[in-house]
């Protein structure tokens, strides 16, 4: 059985870090395109990042370009995003999400595998 399970998440003030990490109980891990959306109350979920099966091509948001990273453990079968500069903004539940597609994916539809989600918080 699949299983995503995220971890990491938090309350942090404005400007502070966190790095969220997501194990994967995928067969053949390295195979997955793996991304993180978030869904902040009221709002619909959104792509915040993906990473293509090798880790050698990444993209993100606008909003989180040059604060998250997103990088990816083949090995240990674990995604992360190392979220730095944080703003309230990001405040939301953080999913992490595979698919068997080769590209970076973008919608929700294009995802099969999803974690339930942490919370982060970021004061003002």
């Known amino acids: 059985q699949v299983q995503l399970v995220e971890s990491g998440g938090g309350l942090v003030q404005t400007g502070g870090s966190l790095r969220l990490s997501c194990a994967a109980s995928?067969?053949?891990?390295?195979?997955?395109?793996m991304g993180w959306f978030r869904q902040a109350p009221g709002k619909e979920r959104e792509f915040v990042a993906a990473i293509d099966r090798s880790g050698g091509n990444t993209d993100y948001t606008d909003s989180v370009k040059g604060r998250f990273t997103i990088s990816r453990d083949n090995a240990k079968n674990t995604l992360y995003l190392q979220m730095n500069s944080l703003k309230p903004e990001d405040t939301a539940v953080y999913y992490c999400?595979?698919?068997?597609?080769?590209?970076?994916?973008?919608?929700?539809?294009?995802?099969?595998?999803w974690g339930q989600g942490t919370q982060v918080t970021v004061s003002s």
């Open positions: 999400t595979g698919t068997g597609r080769s590209d970076i994916s973008y919608s929700v539809g294009q995802y099969v595998y």
């Open positions: 995928l067969f053949r891990f390295s195979y997955y395109t």
